[in-house]
């Protein structure tokens, strides 16, 4: 069975940077993901795909302080530069040749 | 630009029924897989359903599998979700979402802004 694991939350102050991470099961350990972010009371925006070679799509707009990448079975966001719009939560999201699944989310506080 | 606005959502009993439409602008739902995402208050996101670009194939979520049905109308560019035999858990904001081209069930790329739906007697 597909499954995406993430850390339940993390907090970084203004400035710094952080790095989440999104674990595959070892069955699916080369799928990519996609990283999402759901600020306060909004809807989620698409951030970036990452493939297991650690190369990354992002979406429209992204800035550059945020980067993917990848080892093994986890899959990585970096945040550079934390500000303070950055305090969301964040999802992974992968996918099977029928269904679609996401992590239970990474609530970031930004101090 | 790239716009995709939901509605039909409402406040209905368990066991009632509703249909959800995401009207589509600035890309045709024809060319790209088409997804239903919701969340339920103070929870995570959970994948509803999907229909692929071409061919129209659907999949769905086992929780909602039988009890949803989803559809698209090239012609009009929107997607609807028929829902029957609401429960309370069904209770969520769902957001249509937009599947990067490429593959029947892929990354999403564009999301809506969601709709509600409140399953309460």
């Known amino acids: 069975q597909l499954v995406v694991t993430q850390s339940p939350s993390v907090s970084a102050s203004v400035g710094a940077s952080v790095k989440l991470t999104c674990t595959l099961d070892s069955g699916h350990s080369s799928y990519a993901i996609a990283w999402h972010q759901q600020q306060p009371e909004k809807g989620p925006r698409y951030l970036m795909k990452?493939?297991?070679?650690?190369?990354?799509t992002k979406g429209d707009g992204i800035p550059d302080r945020f980067s993917g990448s990848s080892s093994g079975a986890e899959r990585y966001l970096t945040i550079s530069s934390l500000q303070s719009e950055d305090e969301a939560d964040y999802y992974c999201?992968?996918?099977?040749?029928?269904?679609?699944?996401f992590g239970g989310g990474t609530s970031l506080t930004v101090l | 630009e790239m716009q995709v606005l939901e509605s039909g959502g409402a406040s209905v009993q368990p066991g009632g029924s509703l249909r959800l439409s995401c009207a589509a602008s600035g890309f045709s739902v024809s060319d790209h897989a088409m997804n239903w995402v919701r969340q339920a208050p103070g929870k995570g996101l959970e994948w509803v359903s999907t229909?692929?670009?071409?061919?129209?194939?659907?999949y769905y979520a086992a929780s909602v599998s039988g009890r949803f049905t989803l559809s698209r109308d090239n012609s009009q560019n929107t997607l609807l979700l028929q829902l029957i035999s609401l429960r309370p858990e069904d209770a969520a904001i769902y957001y249509c979402?937009?599947?990067?081209?490429?593959?029947?069930?892929?990354?999403?790329?564009?999301w809506g802004q969601g709709t509600q739906v409140t399953v309460s007697s």
């Open positions: 979402v937009r599947s990067s081209p490429g593959r029947n069930i892929y990354y999403f790329d564009f």
């Open positions: 229909i692929a670009g071409s061919g129209g194939r659907t």
């Open positions: 990452i493939s297991s070679d650690g190369g990354h």
């Open positions: 999201q992968t996918w099977d040749r029928d269904s679609v699944v």
